[in-house]
Structure formats: C-alpha cells, structure tokens
C-alpha cells in the first residue's frame, strides 16, 4: 500500500466517527509520529530470516499487539485458541492482548499518531472505516499471506484453504488487505420450543409470516417481532435481502456500485413497505430503544416470537438462552410466486474483518497470526467455541455443533448458489450511517416509503460525486 499519511478529509471523517477532538489543522503535522514530530515516514517494518517454520519472515525476539473487538463472539477465542496457537510455533514472541468494544474510539488517535497495533479485529458499530483506512494505505497487502504456505500443509497455500468469497470481499482497490474470516448467515431467529409448544409453523412465503405473525399477536403469549432498535442495521440488511430475493442479485449490486436510482428500485421499495408494515403492527413495544442484547434477551425470555440477526447470536446469548430454547433460524419468505431468487435464498458472506496495521512496527508477525487462525485447528476450535462457521474449508467437520449453528449450517447448504450480500457498509461507512437512520425512522413510522428511499438515494449521489471519496465496485 502506498505510504502516504491520512489525508486532513479522511482523518477529520473517521475521528469524527469515533466521536474524538482533534488538534488543529495546524498541529497535524505533529501528530505524524508517536514521538510528535514528523519523522519522514514509518520507520522500516522489522523482518527476520525466512525458514520453512517461518515462511513469513517475523522476527522471533519482538513483540506484538492484537486488539479484538469485545462483541458477539467476545475474545475468548483470541485469548485460548488462536494466540496460544501461535506461540506454540514462535515461543520467543510476546503478545500484547487487548479488547474493546468501541474500536474507532479506541484505536483511532493511535493511527492518526502512528503508532497502530499490528493486529485489529475491526468490527462492530464503532468499527473505523474501512473505505478511509485503504484509501489512505493504512492496511497490510496480504497477498504473501495468500501465497504463504499453509499453517496445516507446506504443500498448499493458503489462499487454497480458504473460500474465494473470502479473498473477494477482503480486496480493495486490487488488493487483498482484510480477512473476513467468519462466515456468517443470516436470517429470521425463533425457538423450536416455543414454535414446537403453541403449534406455530415456519413459514415460506409472505402471507404465511404475515398470518403467523396476525396469530401471535392474538395468541397474547409474546410479540411476534423485533429488532435491534438502536442498530438498524439488524434492520435494514433484512430488507435489503427481501429487496435481493424479489428483484434478484443486481438490486445489490447497484446499491453497492452507487448507481443512479439504485434505492429506489421497485424490489427496494417493495421490500421497505413490507417490513415498515410489520413494524406499524408486529413490533415487541419499546423496540426502537432496546439494543440488540436487550432484544435477544427478551427473545430468550419467550417476550418475543422472531428477531433478524446473524449466525453469531447463539453465542452471543449462550449466558442467557434456557437449556430447552433450541435455537434455529428460517431464510426470509419468498413475497410472491414471481419472486427472481428461490425460497431458502439467504444473505451469508464472509464477514467479522481483521486486519494488520500496514504502518504498525511488525506486521509480519500479524500476518503469521493470520496463517495460524486459518489452520484447521484455529478456525475449528473457533466455531465450537462460539458457534459461528468460518472461512477455511472443513474446519468445521468433525466438530460438535450448537442446534443453532446446525440450522444455518443446513439452510446454507440447502441455498446453494442462491447466496446473497452487499459491501457498501464496508465501503462508505457515511452511507451505511444514513441507512441506519433512515430505516430507523421507516420502522417507527415517521419517514414513508418514498421518503426512506429519497433520503437515502441523495446521501449515495453524494458519495458518488464526491471526488475525494475512493469509489468501490463489484
């Protein structure tokens, strides 16, 4: 990647993110280096010699540092499986470990003072921005991990043990920079054994989760939906499926290549009025002021029936979820009979984002903690750990999973090709921010369909003709 410093736009964009106050334009300058002065540039990344137990050259007597983003899957994996994975093979290394919840706030001031950790799970609702962070050369090329040989097998590299979708979704601008690594499904979450106990079927098409949904309702024994409230992302990526199955594959890609119109596609508004529909008369009360623990924990309680999340929420809940709930999930109903994509399609891609810090002072040795959480022992201790499907091939095989685990592992196996996903939330954090809002406000009733789509629309034109903002497609 280029070693250019951030650019004034896009470290004013991201600290604003991250809620932080900076210096004055004029002490930018100072804040090049972690010593306050400008330093010309970060100084060289260290190396040591390359073996066969050591085909990415890390130095065996530095240390490094690995931030991980205190959330759904915790960091117990990076504590007990993958760092003790790596020592195994590199003892002499010592390794800093830290968790947070709000990564932005946390690590942004180290960035813009070069002094970034070498290692950063980048994810949640503060996560930095990931469009800004390539633009301005902030993340490690790993095009040598892809070629290095595997953790498992000297003979196969790595990217052969990986997914394809993996390395797709982790290029920018050409380059292979983020490891998505959890392969993650999402879909409409509910209890086998409250369905099992009131007789209530899985439905398959809209009017049969419409009805259910109306039978709930009158049954006065819990709502029938909710969401994340305060994060409608939870949301808006429901919708956005729907929109995908009604309209086909395109509907996204036009979304994420900020195409003229693209938001207010026929299969887009289609999609936002079903859903605000459902919030005007099927929400859990007080749902637009819960966040997504508050949800599920009530989900967990049998207050309410179904909730929109990912595959990561049995883990998630697994302190709170009664030993009897089995969890399972449903692909989104098919709307109408001339739907473009079938019943079992869903919205699953590799996701949960780690990067290495281009600028950090050892590099190196986060790209060899890459190789190590890309073994079979990494990835499969992972996904019994906290439940989630990973990127490598047959890490899970063999492996005890969870019964919610085992339901989207199913319903990803049964979609097949039919697989669905947008990249925009990764690419332009500001529109991801807008949408957010805006769905927000449609499920609450106070922005119409046509307005939703309107207000949305102008925040992606202005992206698009904006020429200091690197543009994404696919």
């Given at each position: 990647m280029a070693d250019n410093p951030f650019s004034r736009r896009e470290l004013l964009r991201s600290a604003a993110l991250a809620g932080l106050l900076l210096p004055s334009a004029g002490a930018l300058s100072a804040c090049a280096s972690p010593g306050g002065g400008d330093s010309g540039g970060p100084k060289?990344?260290?190396?040591?010699?390359?073996?066969?137990?050591?085909?990415?050259?890390?130095?065996?007597?530095?240390?490094?540092?690995?931030?991980?983003?205190?959330?759904?899957?915790?960091?117990?994996?990076?504590?007990?499986?993958?760092e003790p994975l790596f020592v195994s093979r590199h003892p002499k290394v010592q390794i800093k470990h830290s968790a947070t919840k709000e990564i932005a706030k946390t690590l942004q001031p180290r960035f813009a003072g070069g002094d970034p950790p070498e290692f950063v799970n980048n994810s949640g609702d503060n996560a930095m921005d990931f469009g800004a962070l390539a633009q301005d050369g902030q993340l490690q090329d790993l095009g040598e991990l892809l070629d290095a040989p595997s953790w498992d097998d000297p003979g196969v590299k790595v990217r052969d043990t990986i997914l394809a979708s993996a390395v797709e979704?982790?290029?920018?601008?050409?380059?292979?920079?983020?490891?998505?690594?959890?392969?993650?499904?999402?879909?409409?979450?509910?209890?086998?054994?409250?369905?099992?106990?009131?007789?209530?079927?899985?439905?398959?098409?809209?009017?049969?989760?419409?009805?259910?949904?109306?039978?709930?309702?009158?049954?006065?024994?819990?709502?029938p939906f909710t969401y994340a409230g305060k994060h409608p992302f939870y949301i808006y990526e429901t919708i956005l499926t729907l929109s995908a199955k009604i309209g086909g594959a395109d509907v996204l890609k036009n979304i994420d290549n900020l195409a003229d119109g693209a938001w207010k596609a026929e299969p887009v508004a289609k999609a936002a009025g079903a859903f605000a529909d459902i919030g005007a008369k099927y929400l859990l009360q007080g749902t637009e002021g819960l966040d997504h623990i508050q949800t599920q924990t009530a989900h967990n309680k049998y207050e309410v029936a179904m909730l929109p999340c990912g595959s990561w929420l049995e883990n998630e809940q697994k302190d709170t979820t009664p030993a009897d709930f089995g969890y399972a999930m449903f692909p989104l109903p098919s709307?109408?009979?001339?739907?473009?994509?079938?019943?079992?399609?869903?919205?699953?891609?590799?996701?949960?984002?780690?990067?290495?810090?281009?600028?950090?002072?050892?590099?190196?040795?986060?790209?060899?903690?890459?190789?190590?959480?890309?073994?079979?022992?990494?990835?499969?201790?992972?996904?019994?750990?906290?439940?989630?499907?990973?990127?490598?091939?047959?890490?899970?095989?063999?492996?005890?999973?969870?019964?919610?685990?085992?339901?989207?592992?199913?319903?990803?196996?049964?979609?097949?090709a039919n697989v669905t996903y947008f990249r925009f939330r990764q690419w332009y954090k500001e529109l991801h921010d807008e949408v957010a809002a805006a769905t927000g406000q449609l499920m609450a009733g106070r922005l119409k369909v046509g307005e939703w789509a309107d207000r949305i629309q102008k925040k992606s034109d202005e992206i698009r003709n904006d020429s200091s903002v690197k543009k994404f497609t696919r």
């Open positions: 060289p990344a260290a190396t040591g010699p390359k073996t066969a137990a050591n085909p990415l050259g890390i130095p065996e007597d530095r240390p490094f540092e690995v931030v991980v983003f205190d959330g759904g899957f915790g960091d117990a994996y990076a504590r007990d499986v993958h979704l982790g290029t920018y601008d050409g380059k292979y920079c983020v490891l998505n690594y959890a392969n993650t499904v999402w879909g409409i979450w509910y209890s086998k054994k409250l369905f099992a106990d009131n007789g209530w079927q899985v439905p398959r098409t809209w009017d049969e989760f419409t009805t259910l949904c109306e039978k709930i309702k009158k049954s006065g024994r819990c709502a709307f109408t009979g001339s739907d473009a994509l079938p019943y079992g399609t869903l919205h699953s891609r590799p996701g949960e984002e780690f990067f290495v810090a281009a600028r950090s002072a050892n590099p190196r040795a986060g790209m060899e903690y890459m190789r190590a959480m890309l073994s079979k022992e990494g990835a499969g201790k992972f996904t019994e750990l906290v439940s989630t499907l990973t990127v490598v091939k047959g890490a899970a095989e063999g492996r005890a999973l969870k019964p919610g685990l085992q339901s989207a592992a199913a319903a990803l196996k049964e979609a097949g």
